[in-house]
C-alpha cells in the first residue's frame, strides 16, 4: 500500500531555533500534501494544502510567514516551523493523496512531535 | 457545508465482544466517507472507505462500515473487539472548499476504544 514517511519522529530544541520537517511519499507521487497539527486528546486541525510547485495554501489563523512549507517535487514536502517557542508544541502530521478526487484516500506520516523547551 | 459527528468520545467492550462506533455526517452533495484508527504517538491508518459503489464496506482488521443514506450515517463495526484494537478512530469526510483546488478531509473529534482484557 501507499506509504508517507515523516522525519524525524521526535524533536527537542530551544526556544528560537527553526525546525524542519519532512513528509515523503515512497511509492507513488503525490500533487498534493497536507499539514495538520493535533493538540492532545483532539482531532486533527489542516494547518496547509500544499501543491507540488505552487505556494502552499493555508488555513484561517495560520502564519504562513511562522510555517513555512516547500513542495519542491512529487514526493517530498517539508514544513519548516521558524523561531519555534513553547506554544509551537504539538503534534504534527503530514498526509498525501493520489490523485485529485475526493474518493482518493489520503495517506498520513507517522507524525513528529515537537517540544519547544 | 459539511460536517461529521461522531456520537461518543469513548467507548469501552471487552475482548471478544463487538465493537460499534458511530459516526453521522452532513453533506451538500454525495460524500466519500472514511474511517482512520490512530494509535498513541502514531499517524493515521486508512481502515476503510465509502466512494458510492457498495454500501457495505468491508475494511482491513475484519472492520467493516455500512453507509445508509436515509439515516447520513456511516457507523464502523466489528464482529469481535481485540485488545490490539484499543485506539482512536477518526470518521472523515471529503470536503471540496468554495474555491479550493483540491478536496480536503473534515474529520470528526474522534471516538477512544478502549479494549478491556
Known amino acids: 500500500g501507499a506509504v508517507v514517511s515523516q522525519h524525524p519522529s521526535w524533536v527537542i530544541c530551544k526556544s528560537g531555533t527553526s525546525v524542519k520537517i519532512e513528509c515523503r511519499s515512497l511509492d507513488f507521487q503525490a500533487t498534493t500534501m497536507f499539514w495538520y497539527r493535533q493538540f492532545p486528546k483532539q482531532s486533527l486541525m489542516l494547518m496547509a494544502t500544499?501543491?507540488?510547485?505552487?505556494?502552499?495554501?493555508?488555513e484561517q489563523g495560520v502564519e504562513k510567514d511562522k510555517f513555512l512549507i516547500n513542495h519542491a517535487s512529487l514526493t517530498l514536502s517539508t514544513l519548516t516551523v521558524t523561531s519555534a517557542h513553547p506554544e509551537d508544541s504539538s503534534f504534527y502530521i503530514c498526509?498525501?493523496?493520489?490523485?485529485?478526487?475526493?474518493?482518493?484516500?489520503?495517506?498520513f506520516g507517522d507524525g513528529t512531535r515537537l517540544s519547544i523547551l | 457545508a459539511q460536517s461529521v459527528t461522531q456520537l461518543d468520545s469513548h467507548v469501552s467492550v471487552s475482548e471478544g465482544t463487538p465493537v460499534l462506533l458511530r459516526c453521522n455526517y452532513s453533506s451538500s452533495y454525495s460524500p466519500s466517507l472514511f474511517w482512520y484508527v490512530q494509535h498513541p504517538n502514531k499517524g493515521l491508518q486508512l481502515l476503510l472507505k465509502y466512494t458510492s459503489a457498495a454500501t457495505l464496506v468491508k475494511g482491513i482488521n475484519g472492520f467493516e462500515a455500512e453507509f445508509k443514506k436515509s439515516e447520513t450515517s456511516f457507523h464502523l463495526t466489528k464482529p469481535s473487539a481485540h485488545m490490539s484494537d484499543a485506539a482512536e478512530y477518526f470518521c472523515?469526510?471529503?470536503?471540496?472548499?468554495?474555491?479550493?483546488?483540491?478536496?480536503?478531509?473534515?474529520f470528526g473529534k474522534g471516538t477512544k476504544l478502549s479494549v478491556i482484557p
Open positions: 498526509s498525501a493523496r493520489e490523485g485529485q478526487g475526493a474518493i482518493q484516500p489520503q495517506h
Open positions: 500544499s501543491n507540488e510547485g505552487s505556494k502552499a495554501t493555508y
Open positions: 472523515v469526510v471529503t470536503l471540496l472548499p468554495p474555491g479550493a483546488g483540491s478536496y480536503q478531509l473534515t
